[in-house]
């Protein structure tokens, strides 16, 4: 691990501070948190499985021209990012119904929506990051409607271009989730924080075989092989 000094530490990954100016290192940790922590459990090898499939999803973004905070890899485990001031918000975009909003909205687990769906979440754990709409984003300042716009925009594209990506490998993009932040060196806008199995649903088109994060959250079998399938079906290794 990195000797710079540590900053911050979430759940999934502990920031640490960069080695130039405007720059941090996102360590990748192995421990799996469901229901906002309270299930907890260290999965061996979560953290470098996730560190590749970041690192291949936001260069994929990279190449179709979407900014986002990933520089390099800098170990197993560790990536150079842009320093960015985080947005307090999960951008849900759904393509197909599971997880919350068939709780929530009583609709059936498997409903293809005609158009994705893009929902927002107010990150904070102590309130259980509750859903919000574009009046309390504004009203409270953690965005204006012009950058909200950008949000949504960025957003959409990146799920028309994973959506792409996961189909030519048989794979459903269902549901995922992105955070944005402003660089420090410049404030603008990218898509930040990490884009993994722990962020998205993806299940095999045939056979329904799941690849993400919900085989711990409702213990369907084993995460970590699982996402290393992933891994060989998106050729990373
Ligand atoms: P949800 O159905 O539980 O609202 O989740 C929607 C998507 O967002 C799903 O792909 C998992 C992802 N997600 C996170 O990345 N972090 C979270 O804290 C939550 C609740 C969901």
Redesign the pocket.
Known sequence: MTTQKKIYEGKAKIIFSGPRENTLIQYFKDDATAF?AKKFKVLAGKGEINNLISEYLMQILSNNKIPNHFIKKISNREQLIHQCKIIPL?V?V?NIA????CKRLGIKEGKIFKDPII?F?YKNDELN?PIVNNSHIISFGWSDKEELFKIKKISLKVNRILKKKFEKISISL????LEFGRKTSDDSLVVADEISP????LCDVNNKEKF??DIFRYDKGNLVEAYKKLLIRLGII
């Open positions: 906002n999960e849900v759904r599971a997880g919350s909003i929902e979440y990051d269902i549901d995922f989730k722990d962020s998205c649903r993400d994060k």
